[in-house]
């Protein structure tokens, strides 16, 4: 698809297999949203669980363009603790609104999925369409592909739909 972009966050690795997989399907750019500071081990679980209830901004690297620079966004981040990961929220605060289409994957191990596309709505200023959840074990089983599929599908479907309309203006004259 022309000027994609698909933006992930992952602290296990899942979450970039299945940008992975949607990178080769839709041919887009891949970026990631880094920790500054690791994660890893029971000091970086406890991390992870206090940035989120504390709703910090955390540190983070990106090496990509700004979203507004993009047609289409598609962002794929982890639930943690049934929220938006904390260094995809701190991206998105710093982004800011997003201009083109916004198309979001949420991975989790139980739930929470709602309340991270409501706050990705909230900080991008755009209600996400389409949107996918999927359970860790549906990505590691390999029962995420299919959904994967109607996802691409989905996103080439609004695309084009967006393609085909073109802006009307009537002067005042012609009305």
């Not at 504390?54 to 979203?67: N, W």
């Not at 997003?98 to 999925?113: E, F, H, I, K």
Request: glycine letters at 8%; proline letters at 3%; hydrophobic letters at 45%.
């Amino acid at each position: 698809m022309e000027n994609t972009v698909i933006v992930f966050y992952s602290r296990t690795g899942t979450t970039r297999q299945v940008a992975e997989q949607l990178a080769a399907q839709l041919g887009a750019e891949v970026h990631e949203v880094r920790d500054v500071r690791s994660r890893a081990g029971l000091a970086g679980d406890v991390r992870c669980v206090v940035d989120n209830l504390l709703q910090r901004h955390v540190a983070y690297a990106y090496d990509g363009r700004p979203l507004a620079a993009y047609d289409q966004v598609v962002l794929l981040t982890p639930i943690w603790i049934g929220r938006l990961a904390a260094p995809m929220r701190s991206f998105l605060a710093d982004q800011g609104r997003v201009q083109g289409r916004l198309a979001v994957v949420c991975l989790m191990a139980s739930r929470g999925a709602f309340n991270a596309i409501e706050e990705v709505a909230r900080l991008s200023g755009k209600v996400p369409q389409p949107v996918l959840a999927l359970l860790q074990r549906q990505v590691q089983t390999g029962e995420a592909r299919e959904m994967l599929d109607g996802f691409v599908g989905q996103i080439a479907a609004a695309a084009q739909a967006d393609g085909g309309a073109r802006r009307a203006w009537l002067s005042p004259h012609e009305a």
